[in-house]
């Protein structure tokens, strides 16, 4: 067997016995400890790659009948490391799990202090627009009432307006029967004047004739 080979069987076989122990530790650790661990079982996990990378060449490079025995020692190796990668993926998980957890719970408490003052903020603001509705309604009904007094002072003046203008109608039509009556009594006048000038008339004309029939008759004689 390669002594080159050995060599690296001898510190593979070392750092997975380290590598082990410190997962197991890992396990029971917690906070910037179980980080600081976890991060130097990845920096072994490397280097036990490396080794058996180099022991792959290695054995590749010796005869048919070594190379097989050391490459199904090397599968062995292989299958330890993807063991010690799986524990180091469940630690990590782990930790990813309580650090999520963690974060959760504070975006939890986060989101609930937000939502609590984003609803203390909508609460606020439908405070205010209720008050100004109710500013407004009472506004309106102010201008209503307002509105609702000076209809009641129009109607009145138009009443009012209506009984003089009913009070000048009969006026007018007093007004109008006197004139009637006054054109009745002119009429009359005037034919009884006509009948009047007639009758002088008549009188002054038989008078005349019979004067002149007296002084005809004196005269002839």
């Given at each position: 067997m390669s002594q080159?080979f050995?060599?690296?069987?001898?510190?593979?076989?070392?750092?997975?016995?380290?590598?082990t122990?410190?997962?197991?530790?890992a396990?029971?650790?917690?906070?910037?400890?179980?980080?600081?661990?976890?991060?130097?079982?990845?920096?072994?996990?490397?280097?036990?790659?490396?080794?058996i990378?180099?022991m792959?060449l290695?054995?590749?490079?010796?005869p048919?009948?070594?190379?097989?025995?050391?490459?199904?020692?090397?599968?062995e190796y292989?299958s330890?490391?993807?063991n010690?990668?799986t524990?180091v993926?469940?630690?990590?998980?782990?930790?990813?799990?309580?650090?999520?957890?963690?974060?959760?719970?504070?975006?939890?408490m986060s989101?609930a202090?937000?939502?609590?003052?984003?609803?203390?903020?909508?609460?606020?603001?439908s405070?205010?627009?209720l008050?100004?509705s109710?500013?407004r309604?009472?506004q309106g009904?102010?201008m209503?009432?307002?509105?609702?007094?000076?209809?009641?002072?129009?109607?009145?003046?138009?009443?009012?307006?209506?009984?003089?203008?009913?009070?000048?109608?009969?006026?007018?039509?007093?007004?109008?029967?006197?004139?009637?009556?006054?054109?009745?009594?002119?009429?009359?006048?005037?034919r009884?004047?006509?009948?009047?000038?007639w009758?002088?008339g008549?009188?002054?004309a038989?008078l005349?004739?019979?004067i002149?029939?007296?002084?005809?008759?004196?005269l002839?004689?």
């Amino acid at each position: 067997m390669s002594q080159v080979f050995e060599g690296y069987e001898r510190q593979y076989c070392e750092l997975s016995a380290n590598l082990t122990k410190k997962c197991t530790s890992a396990s029971i650790l917690d906070g910037e400890q179980k980080k600081q661990n976890v991060s130097e079982i990845k920096a072994g996990l490397d280097d036990a790659e490396a080794l058996i990378r180099k022991m792959d060449l290695e054995a590749r490079s010796l005869p048919p009948n070594v190379k097989a025995t050391l490459l199904a020692k090397l599968r062995e190796y292989k299958s330890d490391l993807n063991n010690l990668k799986t524990e180091v993926k469940r630690i990590t998980s782990a930790n990813a799990n309580l650090a999520a957890r963690d974060e959760l719970l504070e975006s939890g408490m986060s989101d609930a202090m937000m939502v609590s003052a984003d609803q203390r903020q909508r609460l606020m603001m439908s405070t205010e627009r209720l008050n100004q509705s109710s500013d407004r309604i009472r506004q309106g009904r102010k201008m209503m009432l307002e509105t609702e007094e000076l209809g009641v002072s129009i109607l009145q003046d138009l009443h009012g307006q209506r009984q003089s203008l009913l009070h000048a109608h009969d006026t007018l039509h007093g007004v109008d029967d006197n004139i009637s009556r006054s054109k009745k009594i002119l009429t009359t006048m005037s034919r009884r004047m006509s009948r009047n000038k007639w009758i002088i008339g008549s009188i002054v004309a038989v008078l005349v004739l019979a004067i002149l029939l007296i002084l005809y008759f004196k005269l002839s004689h």
